[in-house]
């Protein structure tokens, strides 16, 4: 993805590699000053152009020939250097400017939270097929339980925070819940205190202190106190990485009270598209042992199982989730136990989510538990190919669609302004493609960049297809060897030439070329590397 790239323009418009020494530099702001210095033309019309082009080049040398802010930008691109970095305290080494830019980062989240008021909450809404065979569904049989628990959240200076929250539960006739309260500070960097009061069926006052003891380890004690039975309840909690995308957790609850005390040990491991964790508990009134495995199935689908067993009962739950927005996501999971087997219906919007555990069967059935695993699993992959794929196809169509329609204005300034940067390297290219004629050298045919798989098309009337022709700035780029040489993690977008022609989608690069009278064909991604000519290029002959 484009985002998750580092901003590496100004490489790209002096046509660089990020690894490019100073001298380096000063040899491509050398080169590119003889085709753009205005002085180097004679219309008014050619000197305007090559102004504006020039003055983006000498800005580009001024921030890479800069020791201080080339580091930041290489971190943090253009706005760590907006952010006012270079022009802070004297930054050394990379690490000074990772610590000063994360702290201007700081300032600005706290100054975000300082101005908004957080709110989640959560409904579940149990029903009974069971009971729903049983008796009329007009008297609402089908509806067992329903649950509901809200929380806001709002920080009320640089270091406190408050939450207000509650939750209801109701069951047949029967109901009840609590309120509750917090007051966060943190008393520095590396510590913080909380105090928590919970009035209603579990009364409750709690304090507890977290400390960060390094960089891989924190530790939390806190003291509980019930008002209804005066039990004091210890709790101390340490977690540790142990690996680079693990850590693992243990928590010891001492008290009277049997529900509270007990042992857990915990484990989590965090891959690029793996998530694995496990979890054992001891304790005077429940013991078990419990595991999860999510793994990411593609950019908006995932997948879950988890299992439990211990003195409680025994449970296996599988399902899987997928994004439908940006900001909603829902789910189903199949749950199979002693206790019997139901569905789950997940929707999540936001901070607010929507649970409906449906139970098929009291108790575990082997029949139930199969149809219950099969029939969604099936129902799923018909839907998916007649009506979901079709559907999300079309309105990746239509977003992708008005997304051009938004920036058309703007791409058409871009391109205006590459095709004017082309003129002035037209004379080098064209007088490199004689001489490579003449001696059988490498001439690019054709280079198209942009959304190749996007047809091209018109919007409001005005053409705007997604790609943009780019012969001519490589053909200017080819060196006095007769290669040319694109760098891996530039946006091609950014060369001297080119233009972004479809903001916000996956852009790729063909280039048709011959040599010495064969014909040749490369296709890279945006920030792939392209080395040209190679053997591997060559199309057959028929």
């Given at each position: 993805m484009e985002g998750d790239q580092p901003d590496r323009e100004l490489y790209a418009l002096l046509h660089l590699d990020p690894d490019a020494s100073d001298e380096d530099i000063k040899r491509a702001y050398r080169q590119w000053a003889q085709v753009y210095h205005p002085d180097k033309h004679r219309t008014l019309q050619m000197q305007d152009i090559a102004t504006q082009n020039f003055q983006r080049i000498r800005e580009a040398y001024e921030i890479l020939s800069d020791e201080k802010k080339r580091q930041v930008y290489d971190i943090y691109g253009m706005?760590?250097?907006?952010?006012?970095?270079?022009l802070g305290p004297k930054l050394k080494t990379r690490e000074e400017v990772r610590n000063e830019y994360e702290k201007l980062q700081a300032r600005k989240v706290e100054q975000k939270l300082a101005s908004h008021v957080l709110h989640s909450g959560s409904m579940v809404v149990y029903l009974s097929l069971v009971e729903a065979m049983r008796s009329s569904l007009l008297k609402g049989a089908a509806l067992t339980a329903m649950g509901m628990t809200t929380q806001i959240q709002a920080q009320i200076s640089k270091k406190d925070t408050v939450l207000a929250g509650g939750n209801m539960f109701l069951r047949r006739n029967m109901g009840g819940g609590s309120m509750t309260g917090v007051l966060r500070h943190q008393y520095c960097p590396a510590t913080s205190l909380e105090f928590m009061a919970t009035l209603g069926l579990r009364s409750v006052l709690n304090w507890q202190i977290t400390r960060q003891i390094s960089s891989h380890?924190?530790?939390t004690l806190s003291l509980?106190?019930?008002?209804?039975?005066?039990?004091?309840?210890?709790?101390?909690?340490?977690t540790r990485q142990i690996a680079e995308n693990t850590t693992a957790t243990?928590?010891?609850?001492?008290?009277?009270d049997p529900n509270q005390?007990?042992?857990?040990?915990?484990w989590q491991h965090k891959g690029t598209k793996n998530s694995i964790s496990s979890e054992i508990k001891a304790g005077p009134a429940a013991a078990g042992i419990s595991g999860q495995v999510t793994r990411q199935l593609s950019g908006k689908s995932k997948g879950k199982v988890s299992a439990r067993l211990g003195s409680t009962g025994v449970e296996l739950e599988i399902g899987g989730e997928r994004s439908i927005s940006d900001h909603s996501s829902a789910g189903m999971f199949c749950?199979?136990?002693?206790q019997g087997v139901s569905w789950k219906f997940r929707f999540t919007r936001g901070g607010q989510k929507f649970v409906v555990p449906l139970l098929l069967a009291a108790r575990f059935d082997p029949v139930v538990a199969l149809g219950a695993l099969l029939l969604p699993s099936t129902?799923?992959?018909?839907?998916?190919?007649?009506?979901?794929?079709?559907?999300?196809l079309k309105r990746a169509e239509a977003k992708k669609l008005?997304?051009?329609?938004?920036?058309?204005?703007?791409?058409?300034?871009?391109?205006?302004?590459?095709?004017?940067?082309?003129?002035?390297?037209?004379?080098?290219?064209?007088?490199?493609?004689a001489k490579a004629e003449e001696t059988g050298g490498l001439i690019i045919a054709k280079a198209i960049y942009g959304d190749l798989k996007a047809r091209d098309g018109n919007v409001s009337g005005e053409d705007t297809p997604p790609t943009i022709d780019v012969t001519i700035p490589l053909q200017f780029l080819v060196d006095d060897s007769g290669q040319l040489k694109l760098h891996a993690g530039v946006k091609k977008a950014g060369l001297m030439g080119f233009c972004d022609p479809c903001p916000g989608q996956p852009k790729q690069l063909v280039v048709s070329y011959t040599l010495q009278g064969s014909q040749f064909k490369a296709l890279v991604d945006d920030y792939e590397e392209l080395t040209i000519p190679q053997e591997a290029h060559k199309l057959s002959s028929k």
């Open positions: 706005e760590g250097l907006k952010s006012g970095l270079e380890s924190s530790g509980s106190y019930s008002l209804r039975s005066g039990h004091v309840t210890l709790g101390e909690s340490w243990l928590l010891l609850f001492l008290g009277p005390a007990g042992l857990v040990l915990g749950v199979i136990g002693l129902l799923y992959v018909v839907l998916k190919k007649y009506l979901f794929k079709p559907y999300f008005e997304q051009r329609k938004s920036t058309v204005t703007q791409v058409q300034e871009s391109r205006a302004n590459a095709e004017k940067a082309q003129d002035l390297l037209k004379n080098v290219a064209h007088r490199k493609v």
